[in-house]
């Protein structure tokens, strides 16, 4: 299951979990970029409407994933928002949004996956961003939320290894899709940006993708707790 895989990050998390041969469901408020999936997979791959931010709306996709597909092995909280703007005139509202879907959404996620994972031994991967740890100006809310969905990631890791539950966290730096986008159309920015990056580029989407087909694997069968960063070499300041 996958919030936000309709667009984005999400939808390339999702495409690579299907190449993978796993079913998927995409959840999100919109259907975005589904049909796309639909029609590659059409046995392995649902959509199910649903906003993060609601406690009954995240409850009943993860009954629905379970209705679908039998059993739930991943949870992919990676549904995310950025409203920009310095503190000053950061509206409340935008502030409200940020949290109620970068971290309660996050939580939400894991407290009503907890007991269809702990059925499966299943693994949880909460999508953070290198901004978390990163001083960036105009971006306190989303840096904040980013922030605390990594600490959440590292406590609920604890927590929950005792039924075989990993939670770990995906820290992408800039993606060439999704929120990232905007660095690269802009000529003038992307020049003042080009050179922090060790690697001169940002990154695909399905970089960060195959980042999380990673960690839901039994390759990462005692990662737990961590904060994976795929960012290419980022030298922030
Ligand atoms: N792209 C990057 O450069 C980058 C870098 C670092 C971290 N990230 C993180 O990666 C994640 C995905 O970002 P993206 O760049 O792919 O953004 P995006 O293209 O804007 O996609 C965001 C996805 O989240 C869904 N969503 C937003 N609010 C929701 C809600 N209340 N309930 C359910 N779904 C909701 C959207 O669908 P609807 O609007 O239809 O609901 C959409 O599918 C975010 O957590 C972001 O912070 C992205």
Known sequence: MVTGGTRGLGFAIAREFLNEGMSVVCASRTPGDFKVLEEECPDRVRYWQTDVTSPESVAGLM???????????????????????????????????????????????????????????????????????RITVGAAGYCATKAAVEMFTRVTAIELGRYGIRVNALAPGILAEGMGKELIQNDRIWEKYRKRFALGRVGDVAEAARAAVFLASDDASYVNGDILEVNGGLQWA
């Open 63 to 133: 009954r629905a994933a379970v209705d679908l597909f039998g059993r739930l092995d991943v949870v992919v909280a990676n549904a995310g928002v950025n409203r920009d703007g310095k503190v000053e005139r950061l509206d409340p509202a935008d502030w409200d949004v940020m949290v109620g879907t970068n971290l309660t959404g996050v939580y939400l996620c894991t407290h009503a996956a907890v007991p269809y994972l702990r059925e499966s031994g299943g693994t949880i991967i909460n999508v953070s961003s290198s901004m978390a740890t």
